[in-house]
């Protein structure tokens, strides 16, 4: 086996888990019962992406991808502290509140379902 | 004189990122560092601390350390089937004074494993800590206070 | 075409790939598994900035060019100073703002918002 050929291995490998968990944490950030939850979704989404360039950065040979990801990661900061701010000026929103007791009424930890989908389409509306 | 020395630091990292050693590089980032030290030297410490780099070394071996495993035993902590937790959040009462040092052990505790910090009080006295396993925050208390505030005071001395 | 020196970087590279991309899957994962927000936190703060951190270093020392890898040990740093402070952030806001902890948890030390401070 040639290094080329462990590399592409590795590579494809990671862009395959890399996909997963990409799918895995959009999987939250529609379900995520609150808004803070998907911020955290989002925070989580930009790391994966960063990973994702990083993996990109070695398959194409283009070392320019590593200052986007270091330009990204700090775009993302941001965005998280902006998201936590506006959290914070905000307050607990009506329909999370009601989210929130009737998650203490049955606290089935893992999956909540019905609270869930409930709660999306009233922050729909 | 603080001034020098950081803009010294800056134009380091600058011509690392950049990547390459040229006088006219090192100009260049020499004042782009004092451009941006215009723009934050109200938030400037009044002065340079003492620093003993040898334990600032060991601190961030350390930090590594409990980086690595506190991710591997998230890691576990995931894939197993019943996650037995006990959350919470506990009150850390903190020894150091100064703002950087809090800071500091604030970002250390979030990275170690199964804690995270959450807030400081107002006046500077308590941590909030939210721990994933939070049955005996006595020993939490005690493994951080050993841990890395100890450290910390080593490699910020007074 | 593989001679000593190239297998090894290139077998490093991929093991920190490999390692780097399952930790970011757990990350994800534990950001589904998790019961709330701030045992949410614990995962997406660690095992996801480990992975990223991985893959970006993986990135940096396939390049093979200190430049580089200066740049992507610069990116790592970032990353890891910024993953505590914005996880650190939306924990505080959260609480802050009432958002409550699973009913799994034993304590909460914390006081409740006194009143909604603009300091953050």
Known sequence: ?125 | MRFIVVNLLLTLVWVAVTGSFTLHNLALGFAIGAMSLLLVREQLPASLHRVRPVKMLLLAGLFFKELTLSAIKVAFMVLTPDMRLRPGIFAYPLTITRDFEITLLANLITLTPGTLSVDVSDDRKMLYVHALDCHDPAAERRAISTGFERRIREAFPA | MSAGPDMLVAIAVSVLLVAGSIFSLLAALGLLRFPDLYTRMHAASKAGTVGSGFLLLAAGLHALDIAILLRALAGFAFFVLTAPVSAHLLAKAAHQAGYKLTNLSVTDQLPLAKQKSDRL
């Open chain 1, 1 to 125: 086996m040639s290094a080329s050929a462990i590399l592409s291995f590795s590579t494809a490998f990671a862009l395959v888990t890399l996909s997963l968990g990409l799918l895995l944490t959009v999987a939250r950030i529609v379900r995520g019962p609150t808004l803070p939850d998907r911020v955290l979704g989002l925070d989580m989404l930009v790391a994966i992406a960063i990973g994702f360039i990083a993996v990109i950065a070695i398959r194409s040979g283009f070392n320019l991808y590593i200052d986007i990801a270091i330009a990204l990661s700090l775009v993302g900061f941001l965005a998280t502290v902006a998201f936590a701010r506006f959290i914070l000026a905000r307050g607990l929103s009506p329909e999370s509140a009601s989210a929130d007791s009737r998650a203490a009424i049955a606290p089935k930890r893992g999956k909540a379902p019905a609270p869930a989908r409930r709660q999306k389409k009233g922050g729909r509306r």
